[in-house]
């Protein structure tokens, strides 16, 4: 009879080899392809505009580079997303900055591409761990979507459509100047 591997941990992580990203899903090890010109473009756009707004009023840290943040202990789930806000609030929370902070963001960014695993398990993750707003940006179809608890999720898909987050206060821009296309 085999028995079933014991969950992964985030210590575990360190053992792995570089060149791939990384995330555990309720103690299954994901592993994803590094990401591709099109998502780190995206990627570096979203979190220059994040983070001059937060930066320009003090209203916390923005963190890109996929950095893991815990949602869940025993079993771990450790995401990453693709830009994470992390608001003064929060960051006075986090005890070590070394390593995978247990507070949750409070704006999570995905950028989702077909071949990746379902975004619905990891909206729902995100949630669940506290986060206050995720945005999943589809770039081949032009589109942000907001999840918020409690709240039916917002398609946006019209380029002049504004793009507006009560975790960010005061923050605006067009759906379109978010994608790059401005």
């Not at 071949?115 to 707003?133: C, H, I, N, T, W």
């Not at 459509?161 to 067009?174: K, T």
């Amino acid at each position: 009879m085999a028995r079933a591997a014991p969950p992964w941990t985030a210590k575990e992580l360190a053992r792995l080899p570089e060149g791939w990203r990384y995330e555990i899903d309720e103690g299954e090890l994901v592993i994803m392809a590094p990401a591709g010109f099109e998502h780190g473009d995206l990627t570096s756009g979203v979190d220059e505009r994040l983070r001059r707004f937060v930066r320009e009023h003090g209203l916390g840290r923005v963190i890109a580079g996929e950095t893991g943040f815990y949602l869940r202990r025993d079993p771990d789930t450790l995401r990453a997303p693709d830009v994470a806000f992390v608001s003064t609030e929060r960051l006075a929370k986090i005890v070590d900055r070394r390593g995978f902070p247990e507070v949750p963001p409070d704006l999570a960014v995905e950028i989702h591409l077909p071949d990746e695993p379902a975004m619905e398990d990891k909206v729902r993750q995100y949630l669940a761990a506290g986060v206050r707003s995720v945005w999943v940006i589809d770039p081949r179809r032009r589109t942000l979507t907001q999840h918020r608890p409690g709240e039916a999720p917002r398609l946006l898909a019209d380029p002049a459509a504004p793009v507006e987050d009560p975790v960010l206060p005061g923050f605006a821009c067009r759906l379109a100047e978010l994608l790059g296309e401005d």
